[in-house]
């Protein structure tokens, strides 16, 4: 699959080039972007990519240069596939004044307003374990070659952080740049049914969701440091609040503070694991056991060797490309 994916597009890329060639008009450098992407397949459940297609046009239709790329669900139970709609990599692009970067370092922010749960956590429980997770992508890891990415929090501003829930009644289309990456708090169990699909709303703890800059509305996805990796614009963590709540069938699995196994959900193991996808780390295994498994294996809040090695990938050389 893989590979004969990169041989078309190995193969369009030399048409291209060919083409290119014969000609003596300079129309090359946007041949060369926007035909990669429209070739590569999307990839996912046919049913969200068609709801991100349409957040995408909606996006566009109000004159916004950011791009829903993609949803990687966390789940209980059974999986769900990953959801991408281009295929080349994205990265955060260092000191981006498009998203008010903070220099080289990457931000975060909690919602404070929805850090409560319907098992009965406080958002004073629930802030602590999500700063936990981020210390350890922070802390927790030393590459070959160094590791210069300092992760900051920025206080949560008390108006609305985020956007993504806005296109399914569930918030308003709030500013995304009070930090790179926003974990939005516990919404109710028909968002994620609203966003996932059938069973949505009883299998997926948690989801993450990143959106990449265009070079402008409805334009061709931007590189401006010319890196080969599309740039990330923000990224935002939702957690589902039926998880303990006593009106419906996952009362039996409450989230929790240091739950070591089911029943229970433990806050912190899931942050981590959304927060790897945040830094721009996907799925894999298992196995091996790692945090970024995409189902719920109970407590896991420190990192193993696979999902170490998968940060350092973006971040060895960081903030060089
Ligand atoms: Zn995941």
Redesign the pocket.
């Known amino acids: 699959m893989m590979k004969s994916k990169i041989l078309v597009v190995g193969l369009l890329l030399m048409v291209l080039m060919m083409f290119a060639c014969g000609k003596e008009e300079p129309a090359a450098p946007e041949l060369a972007q926007t035909p990669q992407t429209a070739v590569l397949a999307k990839e996912g459940d046919p049913a969200v990519l068609a709801k991100m297609d349409e957040i995408n046009a909606q996006l566009a239709t109000m004159g916004s240069n950011l791009f829903l790329n993609e949803i ?3 789940t209980i139970g059974e999986g769900r596939p990953s959801n991408r709609i281009l295929q080349q990599p994205f990265r955060w692009v260092p000191n981006d004044s498009r998203r008010d970067a903070d220099g080289d370092n990457i931000t975060y922010l909690v919602d404070k307003s929805d850090g409560k749960t319907a098992s009965g956590l406080k958002n004073s429980d629930t802030e602590p374990a999500i700063d936990r997770a981020l210390a350890t992508w922070d802390d927790e890891i030393t590459c070959e070659g160094g590791d210069k990415l300092d992760i900051i929090k920025r206080t949560d501003p008390g108006q609305d952080p985020d956007i993504f829930d806005s296109f399914f009644g569930f918030g308003g289309f709030g500013n995304p740049f009070f930090a790179d990456i926003v974990n939005a708090g516990w919404l109710p169990r028909a968002y994620f049914e609203a966003v996932g699909g059938p069973g949505g709303g009883r299998g997926i703890l ?3 969701v990143t959106f990449i800059f265009l070079t402008g509305p409805g334009g061709p996805p931007s590189d401006i440091n010319g890196d080969n990796y599309l740039d990330t614009a923000l990224n935002e963590v939702y957690y589902n609040d039926t998880f303990g709540d006593r009106r419906d069938d996952r009362v039996a699995d409450p989230w929790g503070i240091n739950i070591p196994q089911r029943p229970g959900i433990d806050v912190e193991t899931v942050a981590l ?2 927060n ?2 945040s830094l721009g780390i996907g ?1 894999f295994g298992p196995p091996p056991d790692a945090v ?1 498994n ?1 189902r719920y294996a109970g407590m896991r809040q420190d990192l193993l060797s696979t999902d170490k090695a998968a940060y350092c990938i973006n971040y060895s050389s960081w903030p060089n490309p």
């Open positions: 990687e669900f966390f948690a989801f993450s694991h959304e790897g996808h799925h970024m995409p």
